[in-house]
């Protein structure tokens, strides 16, 4: 079911860097179609497209505060305390992140610096259909608020009695949206990107979604910006023979039932493990609800790895850059340093991602598809905008003025140079 491979130093990484990937061609088009309706037609188009994808009935498109209330009041106490308390360990994490400005006086009354505000209007996408993820209201929404992004729209797709679920609000709610809107797919997207009559136009969206959402974020990317251009999850788990192999295995199907697409690879140095891992993810797989997906996920994507080494394991490990990262080793923090290329890093026995998913703190909207060699999990970063600021006196610029105007005349900008001299002359 699984394939294993046995890696020697110099072998071709070829079959163990290939990962699927969305194809976005034969879409294109079609969210295309979709986005130019959205933007002539506006709410009329929005509320056509939730009839035709989601046969729900939205004549109203904004969630009311009051039906907000109504399901954060709903859900059971068990798990409004869990809400409550990852959205405590969330925040604190992103608080760390909190960058400031900066003002430098210098010589001659020059004034330098920089300023740090937060984007005005965001945009949070949140999938519905098959699974439902409060999770991914909290990770997408806590680092806006602790930026302080002024307005945050959340929107995600009605079910078939024109509804979002209960504890997608109750986690808006909590997290601190500023309004819902019961829209899904790329019509979703392009709302958000051009405005309707009912939703306000932003300048960044953020959150996950399936092909149709992606294309359309790369589509109307530079109208607006968004998160990133994410692929499918991925989890890679370096072991040694210290490790537990049924651990292992639960944390790769973990990975695979979200989607079929999904990759789960293990490298270890040890034979035993590779062998007593397969074995469990025959047994485990058998009980799972989401069996069909992530059974196809771990026959297609999934990989077990052997090396001679641990160093093999951290160099395999740096070309592939994987999303999510679980060192489980007898010393986890000792090749820490030494790894480079990783979204988020789970380090120890006691580490699984799912902490991760959902409430250690740290973000879990991370780079996939080899990125994190050079993109970083969301941050309050995300919803920031940096911009310097320069004060000179008379003194200070002509202290300088002859460095910038021969500057300006060997790039052969003539008005470059006269905004300089002109302000010198008698």
Request: proline letters at 4%; aromatic letters at 8%.
């Amino acid at each position: 079911m699984i394939k294993i491979i046995n890696y020697k130093n110099g072998d071709s990484l070829k079959p163990i860097l290939a990962r699927s990937q969305f194809s976005y061609d034969n879409i294109n088009k079609k969210v295309k179609a979709i986005i130019e309706d959205v933007k002539k037609n506006g709410d009329k188009a929005l509320i056509k497209y939730n009839k035709e994808f989601d046969k729900a009935d939205t004549k109203i498109l904004e969630v009311s505060k009051k039906e907000i209330d109504g399901a954060y009041n709903r859900i059971d106490n068990k798990f409004k305390k869990t809400l409550h308390l990852a959205y405590k360990n969330i925040e604190k994490f992103h608080k760390k992140q909190i960058r400031n400005g900066f003002i430098t006086n210098e010589e001659n009354g020059i004034v330098m610096g920089q300023i740090i505000n937060p984007i005005e209007k965001v945009g949070v996408y949140i999938p519905g259909g098959t699974a439902i993820y409060p999770s991914t209201v909290l990770m997408n929404v806590i680092p806006a608020k602790v930026a302080k992004v002024p307005e945050i729209i959340l929107v995600s797709p009605p079910n078939k009695n024109g509804k979002i679920s209960d504890i997608i609000l109750a986690a808006a709610k909590i997290s601190g949206v500023d309004r819902v809107f019961k829209i899904g797919g790329a019509q979703a997207i392009a709302s958000l990107s051009y405005g309707t009559e009912s939703v306000p136009k932003v300048y960044k969206i953020v959150g996950p979604g399936n092909i149709y959402v992606a294309t359309a974020k790369r589509l109307v990317y530079g109208e607006i910006s968004i998160d990133m251009f994410a692929g499918p999850s991925e989890i890679l788990i370096i072991a040694d023979e210290n490790a537990n192999p049924i651990h292992i295995a639960a944390d790769m199907l973990a990975q695979a039932e979200h989607d079929k697409l999904a990759s789960s690879v293990l490298i270890t140095t040890s034979e035993n493990i590779a062998s007593k891992v397969k074995e469990e993810l025959y047994k485990q797989l058998k009980n799972l609800s989401r069996k069909e997906i992530a059974e196809e996920s771990i026959k297609n994507n999934g990989k077990i790895i052997i090396t001679k080494n641990i160093e093999e394991a951290i160099f395999i490990s740096n070309e592939l850059a994987p999303e999510h990262l679980e060192i489980n080793i007898k010393e986890p923090f000792s090749i820490l340093s030494k790894i480079k290329n990783a979204g988020s890093i789970f380090l120890g026995a006691n580490t699984p991602e799912a902490l991760g998913d959902y409430l250690s703190g740290a973000n879990h909207v991370l780079p996939t598809s080899g990125t994190a060699k050079f993109s970083s999990p969301l941050s309050v970063d995300d919803f920031i905008k940096k911009s310097y600021i320069t004060y000179y006196t008379k003194d200070a610029l002509k202290k300088v003025k002859d460095n910038v105007i021969n500057f300006a005349e060997n790039e052969k900008l003539e008005a470059h140079a006269n905004s300089i001299k002109l302000r010198f002359e008698k």
